[in-house]
């Protein structure tokens, strides 16, 4: 599968031999001041003003990690850097690159916030224009770390926007991404946490549901850690699901073995398939690893068993230079798939196991069943051997500034480009409003972008290349934080206010080949900053999509690239996928379409 973005509209990606030379690059690399934020204190005391007093803070070296500072070995948390500099003079549009931040970023220039990041490893760049003056300038960035190692860790750029694409282009450009089954290709994916669905929360309970959780248009079912709990160092009343003693067992609490199987029965009866999630990084301090492999445990100094950093204090981290553990591993997972006859893995923190690890259990699962491996991760490196689909962050954190109008849309263009340019051609992003951690640890998606904004949201991530997820409770939507250490059970008895909208895009995908493998084609608007519309075409399936970040009307009139859509048609005809009704209109009046648009306001048309 290959999408596509259309180059002319991707201006940011034509680079100019002469805007280059006139616009050179400036490493931002070497010293920087840094300050350790143990308290997470430091926007509320705006450390990020140009006129803020540092003159406490320590002079460090980046690139690097910041567990190579003095007392920071074992450092997780907050981290501020800061540095002065004076950029060339030139007219034209400036950006910074950042080839790699551990793992969150928020970036000031001159006090004014200019962009933010989530995600480790993703190379990212921030526009600096609207805020760089000529002289001294002041850039801020805070990264927070969520484990393991910290700080900028690979080299920033100070560049012409134009010359962007020459810094992006990464190694894995342009090498086909591994060859995934036409179901995992075409998947809208549904998560359910077994323990909070239903009150009853149990394998029972959520099979008697399955043809509903259909009716919303899933086609794969991910069920969270459906594993016996670890008790040791537990956490809350009933533990972390990601805390597993036994991978070969199932929750008590949520039934039998026959159970589950039961329900998975249920699920491809329904046309649907049924993948779990696998937690391969750590396990519990009373699994049955700890008992009788106490060797395939990473250790410290001393040679206790330790945790994989000082939060997850439930767990204990697994030693993947032990090939013992990787045999124990592979097989259990092949078990699963040939024996149980689940259609693959959900794979927790993917990205602390080595990937040659995740490569070779592919390979030993290719050799049973087409599956989908859906990697909590989102290295390129990924796509070539191992995983069908890696997770979106990019898209989930871009959207908080674009509703509030904090970026505009174009933001939306360099996450593509980026994609574009690091990921191996059809590599597959799973986007998403909202997930289990991301609901727990920030906040309900309603509560994050109000009811209108979750449905621009929704109508987004539907529609733009990728494949949706659908979180439990979504389709109410859930206003309540899902603690993963307690019985919090999803409140259905309440008007189901998403699930038409779902229903909806689900039947639009499912219908629209262009939805779900089509060539995107970006389309300009009299609203720049706040009109988001594009294109997805596949042969003759044509669809229109336009969305309004804006919380005012909004009129925007398009301009649509009629001649290299249907070359020599006079007449178009749109139909309004979303509330209906048909337009016809002449190719120029389809050239210059004129629409007005609610606060937060969507359209979707078919176009023939």
């Given at each position: 599968m290959r999408f596509l973005l259309t180059v002319f509209l991707l201006g940011v990606m034509m680079a100019s031999a002469a805007a280059q030379s006139a616009s050179p690059k400036m490493s931002l690399d070497g010293e920087w001041l840094f300050k350790a934020d143990s308290l997470k204190a430091g926007v509320d005391a705006?450390?990020?003003?140009?006129?803020?007093?540092?003159?406490?803070?320590?002079?460090?070296?980046?690139?690097?990690?910041?567990?190579?500072?003095?007392?920071?070995?074992?450092?997780?948390?907050?981290?501020?850097?800061?540095?002065?500099?004076?950029?060339?003079?030139?007219?034209?549009?400036?950006?910074?690159?950042?080839?790699?931040?551990?793992?969150?970023?928020?970036?000031?220039?001159?006090?004014?916030?200019?962009?933010?990041?989530?995600?480790?490893?993703?190379?990212?760049?921030?526009?600096?224009?609207?805020a760089l003056r000529e002289g001294r300038n002041t850039i801020v960035v805070l990264v927070r770390d969520n484990g393991g190692g910290g700080g900028i860790y690979r080299p920033v750029t100070l560049t012409a926007t134009s010359a962007l694409q020459e810094l992006l282009r990464g190694p894995f450009f342009g090498i086909p991404a591994l060859k995934s089954a036409d179901w995992v290709k075409d998947a809208v994916i549904y998560c359910a946490d077994v323990r909070v669905f239903s009150p009853e929360g149990t394998f029972a309970a959520l099979e008697r549901r399955v043809g509903e959780i259909k009716n919303f248009g899933a086609t794969v079912l991910w069920l969270m850690p459906i594993h016996p709990v670890g008790v040791e160092k537990r956490k809350g009343t009933y533990g972390s699901p990601y805390s597993v003693q036994d991978y070969y067992g199932v929750n008590r609490?949520?039934?039998?073995?026959?159970?589950?199987?039961?329900?998975?029965?249920?699920?491809?009866?329904?046309?649907?398939?049924?993948?779990?999630?696998?937690?391969?990084?750590?396990?519990?301090?009373?699994?049955?690893?700890?008992?009788?492999?106490?060797?395939?445990?990473?250790?410290?100094?001393?040679?206790?068993?330790?945790?994989?950093?000082?939060?997850?204090?439930?767990?204990?981290?697994?030693?993947?230079?032990?090939?013992?553990?990787?045999?124990?591993?592979?097989?259990?997972?092949?078990?699963?798939v040939r024996d149980i006859g689940i259609d693959g893995f959900r794979c927790d923190v993917a990205e602390m196991v080595p990937t040659d690890f995740w490569q070779e259990a592919r390979s030993r699962l290719n050799r049973i069943k087409p599956v989908m491996m859906l990697a909590e991760g989102s290295l390129p490196e990924y796509h070539v051997r191992a995983f069908d689909v890696s997770y979106s962050w990019n898209i989930y954190d871009a959207l908080p500034p674009l509703l509030q109008c904090k970026r505009p849309v174009t933001l939306l263009d360099q996450i593509f480009r980026t994609e574009y340019l690091q990921f191996p051609t059809g590599s597959l992003r799973m986007r998403f409003t909202t997930n289990h951690d991301k609901n727990f640890y920030d906040a309900p998606a309603v509560e994050r972008?109000?009811?209108?904004?979750?449905?621009?949201?929704?109508v987004l991530i539907n529609t733009i290349p990728g494949i949706p997820l659908i979180y439990n409770g979504e389709e109410i939507p859930n206003d309540r934080r899902i603690n993963h250490h307690e019985r919090t059970p999803i409140e259905w008895r309440q008007p189901y206010l998403l699930a038409p909208l779902l229903t909806q895009l689900s039947t639009l995908r499912k219908n629209h080949p262009a939805l779900r493998r089509g060539q995107m084609i970006r389309i300009q608007s009299s609203a720049p900053d706040t009109v988001y519309a594009f294109l997805r075409v596949a042969g003759s399936d044509r669809v229109l999509i336009v969305l309004n970040f804006s919380p005012e009307k909004t009129t925007a009139s398009l301009s649509v690239p009629v001649g290299n859509i249907l070359p020599g048609q006079s007449k178009f005809v749109l139909e309004n996928e979303l509330l209906g009704g048909t337009q016809i209109l002449t190719a120029d009046e389809f050239k210059g379409l004129s629409l007005e648009l609610p606060p937060r306001g969507y359209a979707v048309y078919s176009v023939r």
């Open positions: 705006q450390w990020y003003l140009d006129s803020l007093d540092r003159s406490t803070w320590e002079v460090v070296s980046t690139p690097a990690f910041w567990e190579s500072y003095p007392g920071l070995a074992k450092y997780d948390g907050w981290g501020w850097y800061a540095k002065t500099f004076v950029p060339p003079r030139v007219s034209v549009p400036q950006s910074i690159y950042f080839a790699g931040v551990d793992d969150d970023a928020t970036v000031w220039i001159n006090g004014k916030e200019v962009g933010s990041h989530t995600g480790y490893s993703d190379p990212f760049t921030v526009d600096v224009t609207p609490d949520f039934g039998t073995l026959a159970d589950f199987k039961r329900l998975l029965a249920t699920v491809h009866r329904n046309g649907m398939k049924l993948i779990i999630d696998l937690v391969a990084n750590h396990a519990a301090w009373d699994s049955k690893l700890v008992k009788e492999h106490p060797n395939w445990f990473t250790r410290d100094a001393s040679g206790n068993i330790v945790s994989p950093n000082p939060d997850w204090t439930d767990v204990a981290d697994l030693d993947y230079t032990k090939p013992g553990l990787r045999e124990y591993m592979t097989t259990m997972m092949v078990w699963w972008y109000g009811l209108a904004g979750l449905k621009l949201a929704t």
